[in-house]
C-alpha cells in the first residue's frame, strides 16, 4: 500500500521548545556562540591564505634566474 501523503505527523524531526525571548532573537548564548565560530573560521582563512602565498613565494625563489 501507498505511503500516505496526507499526514506527515513526525515528519522532519522534532524542533526545539523556543521562548518568547528566543523567538525574538535575544538570546546572548547563541550569539556569542555564532560569534566565536564566525572568528575561528576567520582565523582559518587568514592562515589558509598565508600558507598559499607562501607556497605561491616559494618556487618563484627556488628557481634559477635564466640569463
Avoid at 550569539?31 to 589558509?48: G, I, P, T
Amino acid at each position: 500500500m501507498a505511503k500516505s501523503r496526507n499526514n506527515l505527523l513526525g515528519v522532519g524531526g522534532q524542533r526545539k521548545k523556543l521562548s518568547r525571548a528566543e523567538q525574538q532573537g535575544a538570546n546572548p548564548a547563541r550569539n556569542d556562540d555564532r560569534k566565536a565560530a564566525e572568528d575561528k573560521k576567520q582565523e582559518l582563512v587568514r592562515k589558509m591564505r598565508e600558507r598559499a602565498a607562501a607556497a605561491e613565494a616559494a618556487p618563484a625563489q627556488d628557481a634559477p634566474a635564466e640569463s
